[in-house]
């Protein structure tokens, strides 16, 4: 009798982790994509695949893979806050806001919940706020390094944003430069290719 060959989900899925870690996301896609015809419901699986899609820049079907991963497993909490970080990168603030409401079953003191109660000061510009929320948020983040990264550049960016509205509060044409929502495109919309 022949040994089985064949990949296990498991065996798939750590295989993807593995090809994401070392940048390809090309194989890490291939390797999803065998498991999910096993098992079209893996909810892990829909999580890293709308994840990669987002690294690559496919953001509409990223998304649409979040919210697929969300509804087959409610307890991926960070599926909640990517979708709802994916959202307001896009500039759909509302529904991110909305989106992010799950989370707030957490507690005020978990991470996420500080990440986005900082993400939603930024895009208003209330640099204080957000700034606050980040560092709070970085130090109760003990589960994800990797996001801990992504929210560490959004604060530096954010503390020179609001070092540069202090210096030159009222000159004319310098909306663009302060925008939250613009800083947040640059610090994390266009720079998760890490990941």
Not at 11 to 28: C, R
Not at 29 to 48: F, R, S, T
Request: charged share 25%; with cysteine; aromatic share 4%.
């Amino acid at each position: 009798m022949g040994a089985n060959t064949a990949l296990t989900p498991p065996e798939l899925l750590h295989l993807s982790l593995h090809a994401s870690a070392n940048d390809q996301p090309d194989k890490a896609l291939q390797h999803l994509k065998q498991l999910l015809d096993i098992e079209p419901e893996n909810a892990k699986a829909i999580y890293m695949m709308g994840a990669l899609h987002a690294e690559i820049g496919m953001y509409e079907q990223a998304i649409e893979e979040l919210r697929q991963a969300e509804a087959l497993d409610a307890s991926m909490v960070t599926a909640t806050f990517q979708l709802g970080l994916l959202l307001l990168t896009q500039g759909n603030i509302e529904e991110a806001a909305f989106t992010w409401e799950k989370l707030d079953t957490l507690g005020g003191d978990h991470a996420l919940v500080l990440f986005k109660k900082g993400m939603l000061h930024l895009v208003k510009d209330e640099f204080d706020e957000c700034i606050s929320a980040l560092d709070s948020g970085i130090a109760a983040n003990d589960f994800n390094d990797d996001l801990n990264s992504d929210m560490q550049r959004v604060l530096n960016d954010a503390r020179t944003a609001r070092e540069r509205t202090q210096g030159v509060e009222n000159a004319p044409g310098d909306e663009s430069q302060s925008s939250g929502h613009s800083l947040l495109l640059n610090a994390y919309g266009h720079e998760d290719t890490e990941h």
